[in-house]
């Protein structure tokens, strides 16, 4: 059983920034994924990271403004979000996606069916 906490989230202005953490107990593998979910609104993908090589994949909406990033030793995925706008204000949540020995790239991080998930941390950012 895998274990996932989210840490980081908080309130910010327009143009802020927040880390979020997420410990992931036994350490990354597979696929690891940040995504969100506002209100009323279906669950996105804003990063994903294929933990063997560090491939990563961001959503256009936030390529150059979100990094996504791991640290093996402290088995905790990351997430850098940078020039936040209020459209941005959502939960965030991290997730694992178990992922065959033959799976070697990124592109097995597509999707959403991911097996384990935390429970999220609010980011709002405000105007």
């Known amino acids: 059983q895998v274990q996932l906490v989210e840490s980081g989230g908080g309130s910010v202005q327009t143009g802020g920034s927040l880390r979020l953490s997420c410990a992931v107990s036994?350490?990354?593998?597979?696929?690891m994924g940040w995504f969100r979910q506002a209100p009323g609104k279906e669950r996105e993908a804003d990063a994903r990271i294929y933990a063997r090589t560090g491939g990563r994949i961001y959503a256009d909406s936030v390529k150059g403004r979100f990094a996504i990033s791991q640290d093996i030793v402290k088995k905790t995925l990351y997430l850098q979000t940078n020039d936040l706008k209020p459209e941005d204000t959502a939960m965030y949540f991290c997730a694992l996606k178990l992922t065959p020995p033959a799976a070697d790239s990124e592109s097995w991080c597509f999707g959403y069916d991911y097996d384990y998930w935390g429970q999220g941390t609010q980011v709002t950012v405000s105007s």
């Open positions: 036994n350490g990354a593998r597979g696929c």
